[in-house]
């Protein structure tokens, strides 16, 4: 069965994404830039956030972590520390690592160059890629850390 993905905006000007497993009711989200605009997706629904894919350190993509796991007791998945700490990690992944969102396999890709420990998220058997700040609709994201050889 098929994986449902749905996307919705959060703060003022990012996007939030959930992924949801059908066979195994297991559901992540992509980041977490604020709690509320993620539950109120899972609400309408009716999944339960069960992991977080965190793609890098930037606020808002962390800034929802903490209420979301008081809330759900979910799993949380991030980039090894290089630059700055996130907290409330249960799972840190790198280069090569395959992370399970129940019966979906995410294929962890190292992507620094926006920022030293950007990670990026492929589902194959869905065709889909999360490359959060790694990629923009015309361009590379913007390079705070790394430099510009490291992005391409
Ligand atoms: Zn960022």
């Not at 009711?25 to 997706?41: F, L, R, V, Y």
């Not at 992944?93 to 995410?106: C, E, I, R």
């Not at 190292?110 to 790694?134: C, M, N, Q, R, W």
């Amino acid at each position: 069965m098929a994986a449902e993905i749905r996307l919705f905006t959060c703060l003022t000007d990012n996007f939030g994404y959930l992924i949801h497993d059908p066979a195994t009711k297991a559901t992540a989200s992509i980041d977490a830039p604020e709690a509320a605009p993620i539950i109120k997706a899972l609400e309408r629904e009716g999944w339960t956030l069960t992991d977080i894919l965190i793609t890098h350190h930037h606020h808002d993509h962390v800034g929802g972590v903490a209420e979301l796991k008081q809330k759900y007791n979910c799993r949380v998945v991030a980039p090894h520390d290089k630059a700055a700490r996130i907290a409330n990690v249960d799972l840190r992944a790198g280069q090569g690592d395959v992370v399970k969102v129940g019966g979906l396999l995410a294929r962890v890709l190292e992507t620094p160059g926006h920022t030293l420990d950007h990670i990026s998220y492929v589902f194959d058997s869905e065709k889909a890629l999360f490359a959060a700040d790694t990629l923009f609709s015309i361009g590379c994201g913007r390079v705070f850390e790394g430099d510009y050889p490291m992005m391409w």
